[in-house]
């Protein structure tokens, strides 16, 4: 599940394979509509949620509310049944498994950027001008651009979050702690640093 920026994206897998999925863009009602989606994937394919047996979220960066979204609805799962949280970064999400620099609105002229290769990030997730998001590109010549791009003047490409999400979920542990969970705020550690 995402919920962290434009997309709501919710994917039911079993055995390594996608039953079924949701994604769309624009909502900005992903709070509301979050978990009727997720209880109609899983209606219509004859389960429960007690079925479910892991969740893989995304952990932001991303919309202040948005990253708690799908965060509280991991936890409250957790709470209730024994099922395996999992997350990833919402950069790496739009990014999957391909050489990509990834962008999400940060808003203020801003974005949060990072880039990878086959899911693994080649630099620290960051805020930063869309001059130098931009400047990435020339760093990094032979990857795509993924994401909000239309914020940099490029034409977006469509993201298939939820097979991304499911991809890189492979190659990372079950949180230990799921109540101590917190979504990645880039913003407010930016903040501090300028205070300091």
Same mark, same amino acid.
Not at 17 to 33: C, F, N, P, V, W
Not at 63 to 92: D, E, F, H, N, Q
Not at 161 to 175: D, K, M, P, T
């Given at each position: 599940?995402?919920?962290?920026?434009?997309?709501?994206?919710?994917? !039911?897998?079993?055995?390594?394979?996608?039953?079924?999925?949701?994604?769309?863009?624009?909502? @900005?009602?992903?709070? %509301?509509?979050?978990?009727?989606?997720?209880?109609? !994937?899983?209606?219509?394919?004859?389960?429960?949620?007690?079925?479910?047996?892991?969740?893989?979220?995304? @952990?932001?960066?991303?919309?202040?509310?948005?990253?708690?979204? *799908?965060?509280?609805?991991?936890?409250?799962?957790?709470?209730?049944?024994?099922?395996?949280?999992?997350?990833?970064?919402?950069? *790496?999400?739009?990014?999957?498994? $391909?050489?990509?620099?990834?962008?999400?609105?940060?808003?203020? @002229?801003?974005?949060? *950027?990072?880039?990878?290769?086959?899911?693994?990030?080649?630099?620290?997730?960051?805020?930063?001008?869309?001059?130098?998001?931009? #400047?990435?590109?020339?760093?990094?010549?032979?990857?795509?651009?993924?994401?909000?791009?239309?914020?940099?003047?490029?034409?977006?490409?469509? #993201?298939?979050?939820?097979?991304?999400?499911?991809?890189?979920?492979?190659? /990372? %542990?079950? %949180? %230990?702690?799921?109540? *101590?969970?917190?979504?990645?705020?880039? $913003?407010? /550690?930016?903040?501090? $640093? #300028?205070?300091?």
């Amino acid at each position: 599940m995402d919920t962290s920026n434009q997309y709501l994206s919710v994917g !039911l897998f079993k055995d390594g394979k996608m039953l079924d999925a949701y994604q769309k863009i624009g909502t @900005k009602r992903q709070s %509301e509509d979050a978990i009727p989606v997720l209880h109609s !994937l899983i209606e219509r394919h004859d389960l429960s949620l007690r079925s479910v047996d892991e969740m893989i979220i995304t @952990k932001g960066p991303g919309s202040y509310t948005g990253v708690r979204v *799908a965060m509280t609805i991991a936890k409250t799962l957790a709470a209730i049944a024994p099922v395996k949280i999992k997350t990833v970064s919402s950069l *790496a999400a739009y990014a999957g498994n $391909k050489k990509a620099i990834s962008i999400i609105d940060a808003r203020s @002229k801003k974005v949060f *950027a990072c880039v990878y290769d086959q899911g693994k990030p080649l630099m620290e997730e960051m805020m930063c001008t869309y001059e130098e998001a931009l #400047a990435l590109k020339q760093q990094y010549p032979d990857f795509s651009f993924v994401g909000q791009t239309s914020l940099l003047g490029v034409d977006p490409e469509e #993201a298939d979050l939820c097979n991304n999400i499911y991809q890189l979920s492979l190659n /990372v %542990e079950a %949180e %230990e702690y799921v109540d *101590a969970l917190t979504p990645t705020y880039i $913003k407010n /550690v930016e903040a501090k $640093k #300028a205070c300091i």
